[in-house]
């Protein structure tokens, strides 16, 4: 009996430490305040290698201010990380855009060299709201990732994402809404031609409706049931 509770233990423990190392970028994110980088405004950390700070910091607020306008006032209060160049990024697991990561505790998103901008800022901010009101448990299990960054990419008017300029087949649009996790979404080829056909396959929501329709999943209903898209 005392060599297979070890055992037990022991799986326990190997268990344990595999999901805090799949994890430690998201905890690396959140424990931001015990390193080296600088408190610029309220839940906001920044590099010593980020110049314009306070151009990025207006940045941001444009960012949260379009999302406000867009699906109604904002409530989520994520934590967010300005790296300065791409080693900094790689170091939280992040490419020189952005990063979003979901925690049972909120959000924490890194802002990379390339993502310091409004459209950006907004797109990244959207995800933190999604997670908000719908909890961290719910938008794990029923959020489809091609949904979140369909949604996310209404307030991120970067070119390539206005509905003017994507030329997408309805065949591609219902090929996107298969890709459930951000494995399928993000681990091909076809990276970009996800996300435009990620956009137009919610360009039928009214952005006023989805906090509302959030709070409905949460409250048990289905995502296909609610959204219908």
Known sequence: MPRIKIVVAGIFLLV????VFSQRHALACEAVELSDYEQVAPNIFASSS???IEQVLRSILDGKQRV???FGEMVASPKIVIVG???EAN???ANSTAKAYYTPVGACIILGPKGQNVDVAAHELTHSEVRQRIGWLTHWLEIPVWFNEGVALIVDHRKPF?????NVSP???DAVKQLNTGREF????NTHENYVASRMAVNNLEPLQLYQKLERVRNGESFESVFEI
């Open 16 to 19: 344990v430490l595999a999901g």
């Open 50 to 52: 980020v110049e314009n």
């Open 68 to 70: 406000d306008s867009t």
């Open 91 to 93: 170091n939280f697991g």
């Open 85 to 87: 160049n791409k080693v």
């Open 186 to 189: 993000f681990g091909d080829t």
């Open 162 to 166: 206005l509905i003017d300029n994507i």
């Open 171 to 173: 065949e591609a649009i």
